[in-house]
C-alpha cells in the first residue's frame, strides 16, 4: 500500500487591503500582488494579480514556463500576446488556458491591464527560448 504525504492546506482570506502590489518579480514593467495562496497550499499553487507599470518597450521575449497548470484572467485592460505563431488579444473578462509548455511573448498592453493569474507549482520557472515567428510593434501609451 503507497501512502500520500499531502501537504497540509489553510484557509485564507486576502482582502484588497491585505497586500499591496510590487516590484521585484518576473518582469520589472510589472507589479505583482501576492494573494496568498501559496502559503497556503504549501507552493502547491501560486495566485497573483499581476499590473502594468511601465509603457510596453521589449515585452517579454519569448519564453516557456515549467508548470503544470497557467490560467491567466483579465480583470482590467487588454494584452496583446504571441502564442507560438499565433497573435491573441486578450481583453478584461477574457480567460486563457496556457497549456505546460506553450511558447509565448506578451509583447503590448494597456496601461490599465490588470491580470489574475494562477500557477502550479507556486515556484514555476520561466525559460528563455527561441521565437517560432514575427512579433508585431507594442501601442505606444499617450
Known sequence: MTVMLETPMKFVHVKPGDTEFKSGGLRDFFSYRDLGIAAATGGKV???????????????????HVCDFHVVIM??????????????????????????????????YSPDMEYLEIVSP?????????????????????
Request: proline share 12%.
Open 46 to 64: 501560486v495566485a497573483q494579480l499581476t499590473r502594468a507599470e511601465r509603457a510596453p518597450e521589449a515585452g517579454t521575449g519569448w519564453h516557456r
Open 75 to 108: 480583470l482590467k485592460g487588454w494584452a496583446r500576446f504571441m502564442y507560438e505563431d499565433e497573435e491573441h488579444l486578450v481583453e478584461a473578462g477574457d480567460v486563457v488556458h496556457q497549456r505546460p509548455g506553450i511558447v509565448q511573448y506578451l509583447f503590448d
Open 122 to 142: 507556486a515556484d514555476f520557472k520561466t525559460v528563455e527560448v527561441p521565437g517560432p515567428a514575427p512579433v508585431p510593434p507594442p501601442t505606444p501609451w499617450k
